[in-house]
Nanobody, 129 residues
Framework: QVSLVESGGGLVQAGDSLKLACEASGRTFSDHAMGWFRQAPGKERREFVAVISRNGERTSYTDSVKGRFTISRDNAKNTMSLEMTNLSPQDTAVYYC?????????????????????WGEGTQVTVSS
């Protein structure tokens, strides 16, 4: 199992950009599909944001971030990133990095929380209006 640590959160203004990073350690990073989820204030559930396949060739995004967020990974450095642009107050949330150790193929991507078996502690992103 991998261990995950997020970084890069902070307080920004609407329209600003921010880049989150997730560093993995432990098992082979490329064995895992990787995702970002977020939990907004007052919301009980974490919602899917983006996912990237084990080989980095497939990605998927929730509709609200398409065209604004970009997920990427570097298997040689055991890192994953989420580049966020044109942020709005609705993007305010704790962002979690997640790893799917059961991804059956190099291009598999899962959008559900149940697809992921390892989670980081989260990093806070706050966007002021």
């Amino acid at each position: 199992q991998v261990s995950l640590v997020e970084s890069g959160g902070g307080l920004v203004q609407a329209g600003d950009s921010l880049k989150l990073a997730c560093e993995a350690s432990g098992r082979t990073f490329s064995d895992h599909a990787m995702g970002w989820f977020r939990q907004a204030p007052g919301k009980e559930r974490r919602e899917f944001v983006a996912v990237i396949s084990r080989n980095g060739e497939r990605t998927s995004y929730t509709d609200s971030v398409k065209g604004r967020f970009t997920i990427s990974r570097d298997n040689a450095k055991n890192t994953m990133s989420l580049e966020m642009t044109n942020l709005s107050p609705q993007d305010t949330a704790v962002y979690y990095c997640a790893a799917d150790s059961t991804a059956p193929t190099m291009d598999f991507i899962g959008r559900g929380r149940h697809d992921y078996d390892t989670w980081g502690e989260g990093t806070q992103v706050t966007v002021s209006s």
